[in-house]
């Protein structure tokens, strides 16, 4: 069973940074790609950042520019630098990743608990 663990989250006041990591344990072949999402209070869940196993970025509109994501693949891990941080980028954030957990023919979706990030004004 493959399993993803954040931490990072917490308190920080507009313009304020913070770092979010991601660490994925278990039992697996390879992992393709490892991402981000956010759930905020009443809305959808919503991409944040993807990076693939090439090192491949992807950003919402809404984040390019302040937030970065990348990866150890050595390690198995993703992380997730925000700064400038906004009220609107509250939210719990979702770590996840495309896992080749038994062989490369097919990956499986799995996803962190999340860790909430609160931005005060």
């Known amino acids: 069973q493959v399993q993803l663990g954040e931490s990072g989250g917490g308190l920080v006041q507009s313009g304020g940074s913070l770092r979010l990591s991601c660490a994925a344990s278990g039992r697996f072949v390879s992992i393709h790609t490892m991402g981000w999402y956010r759930q905020a209070p009443g809305k959808q869940r919503e991409l944040v950042a993807t990076?693939?196993?090439?090192?491949?970025?992807t950003y919402a509109d809404s984040v390019h520019g302040r937030f970065t994501i990348s990866r150890d693949s050595a390690k198995n891990m993703v992380y997730l630098q925000m700064h400038s941080l906004k009220l609107e980028d509250t939210a719990v954030y979702y770590c996840t990743a495309q896992v080749f957990e038994f062989t490369l023919s097919h990956a499986y979706d799995y996803w962190g608990q999340g860790t909430q990030v609160t931005v005060s004004s």
């Open positions: 990076i693939s196993n090439s090192g491949s970025t």
